[in-house]
């Protein structure tokens, strides 16, 4: 039982170093690129940058559609049905039940940037906006509405890090405030 717990504690982990590295690519090259399909990068680079910069407009204003806020509703599950295959494989490989607990933690992380996104562009003074961790994630998303080659990653800036592709920018320590990073 524990050596299970064990097995599946490391595939969460290694899912979460996977996926901030698969972001970070399908951001840098599907999302600011036209590579495979410009879908990607119309939905995007021309829509979601155009009307989300790194000033005011970073946020929802009034009368301003959510449309380019987040992907469309079929992209969680093609996302993680792509990987099915690949975790089925390592399940069966390895003997260790991966397949669940893969599915479960690109599902959560999935989650984890679509919300976080949402949040970052709609303040609304949730709790999850005034902790230093949502603070410090916004100022380096807004910092990629700034600078488009620059923080690409959104919930784990790991790949950011490792591929030098993050930028440095503050973000406001007040009490009470929503996050808003300065860039």
Known sequence: MVRMLL????????????????EW???RFLMHR???IA???RTHTLTHHRNFRSDASYHLRPNQSQESLTFAWWNAPLLIALHIPVLWGVEIL???PVLGAGVATLGVYYFLYEYGHWCMHVPEKRWIERTRVFRWLDAHHRGHHR???KNLNVVFPLADCVFRTRQHFE???EEGSPGRGTA
């Open 171 to 173: 973000w406001e320590r």
């Open 147 to 149: 600078l488009h080659a």
């Open 94 to 96: 390895s003997g260790v």
């Open 25 to 27: 690519t399908l951001h």
């Open 34 to 36: 036209v590579l495979l």
């Open 7 to 22: 097995s599946q504690a490391l595939v969460v982990g290694a899912l979460v170093v996977y996926a901030s590295f698969f």
């Open 39 to 41: 879908f990607p990068f």
